[in-house]
């Protein structure tokens, strides 16, 4: 276990935050991994600062095995740590430090077991996927698996090593972030009449994205909590002075919806009632008024599929005989989406993921090393 531990240590030093790059980390991973006698390949975003990572090991074949985890974490900006979240520490048998379950524990107990996958005789690959910008709607995943199509590879399965307290997930919501414009006419505040106040058209309009909530809990798959798709605003930002009436305002929001339901009809759902129920009132003011959304990034629900190649595997391998449905996303469901079964199932746990503080327990560790481990000699059989 000490090795893991250092490792993961060691990523966790990566300050990744997604806004940032994560070069350093991948030429660290990708050094690691080729020591090993790792094949390797990257790609990258538009920028150039960020990098997926795929690396495999074994032959050169279809039918392999993914190891796949994200490499950005969510900002510490404002949260009250009482240590330095890129200064990992062991307490209590906990390891503390931003990333240290979500998901840097599974990377880093992955990658410790490099020269182990090495000398094991594969009679089917390992495929090693690190990724990019996961926490800002899984965006980086999709250049991967692209290149992976590219490429022709077509593995089996792949396991993705998101904090689930090691228990088998087999489906999870999908989701977007969205931002909508509200547009209107400047004015004075004194006469409210005479112009069209964009932060009070975006108060309406988080209003009615509760009520399309509401909507949906008449739609609700128990496996789920909450059981039901779900709507809300989580930032808004406008106006110019406290006297102006503003003359824009913007909303950004999200969907999370469940798997198997079509997410573009809450959209549409919200974009109707919008154009019903909000903008007649704003437009006998000013015709110009108008709400204008954009989509900034979406990621695919995972489908509950108990037989799939990954939950049976994931399922003989840990002894489990439940297969949960979780409300948060991961990269799972694009895996899915590019015809490879995928499951969840990684050490910590997702209340710990995001809140200051956060932490993995050692013992989480210690049993992501020996699931691993037996997904080797699986492989290798």
């Known amino acids: 276990m000490t090795g893991a531990l250092d490792l993961v240590k060691a990523l966790i030093a990566f300050d990744t935050t997604s806004r940032d790059s994560n070069l350093a980390l991948i030429d660290f991973a990708q050094d690691l991994l080729e020591k090993s006698g790792a094949r390797c390949r990257r790609t990258f975003d538009a920028t150039g600062r960020k990098a997926n990572l795929f690396a495999s090991f074994g032959p050169d074949a279809d039918g392999g095995y993914v190891l796949s985890g994200h490499t950005d974490v969510v900002p510490v900006d404002g949260q009250d740590w009482s240590s330095d979240p890129f200064q990992p520490e062991v307490r209590g048998g906990l390891l503390y430090g931003r990333g240290a379950c979500d998901m840097k524990g599974f990377i880093g107990v992955a990658l410790s077991l490099a020269p182990e996958i090495a000398r094991a005789?594969?009679?089917?690959?390992?495929?090693?996927?690190?990724?990019?910008d996961e926490e800002v709607g899984c965006v980086g995943v999709t250049g991967l698996l692209d290149d992976?199509?590219?490429?022709?590879?077509?593995?089996?399965?792949?396991?993705?090593?998101?904090?689930?307290?090691?228990?088998?997930?087999?489906?999870?919501?999908?989701?977007?972030k969205l931002v909508t414009r509200c547009c209107g006419r400047e004015a004075h505040s004194s006469g409210p009449e005479k112009g069209a106040n964009a932060v009070m058209m975006a108060g309406e309009f988080v209003a009615l994205l509760d009520s399309v909530w509401e909507e949906q809990r008449a739609d609700e798959d128990p496996r789920f909590d909450p059981p039901q798709s779900t709507v809300q605003a989580n930032m808004i930002r406008g106006g110019t002075a406290v006297n102006i009436l503003a003359r824009e305002a913007e909303v950004t929001w999200e969907y999370r919806c469940l798997p198997d339901r079509d997410p573009q009809k809450i959209v549409e759902r919200v974009a109707a009632r919008a154009e019903a129920e909000i903008l007649p009132k704003y437009r006998r003011r000013a015709p110009e008024a108008a709400l204008r959304t954009e989509l900034h990034a979406r990621y695919p629900g995972l489908a509950m599929d108990e037989e799939s190649p990954a939950?049976?595997?994931?399922?003989?391998?840990?002894?489990?005989?439940?297969?949960?449905?979780?409300?948060y996303g991961t990269e799972a469901g694009h895996f899915q989406a590019y015809g490879i079964p995928a499951a969840g199932c990684g050490p910590g746990s997702i209340e710990q993921a995001h809140p200051p503080r956060e932490f993995c327990a050692l013992s989480e560790l210690q049993a992501c090393e020996v699931f691993l481990r037996r997904v080797i000699a699986k492989a290798s059989a």
């Open 311 to 327: 939950i049976r595997l994931a399922r003989e391998l840990t002894g489990a005989n439940h297969v949960e449905a979780v409300a």
């Open 148 to 176: 992976i199509r590219a490429q022709g590879l077509k593995p089996a399965l792949a396991i993705i090593g998101e904090p689930t307290l090691m228990r088998i997930v087999g489906a999870h919501k999908g989701g977007a």
């Open 121 to 132: 005789r594969l009679a089917r690959p390992i495929h090693f996927a690190l990724s990019y």
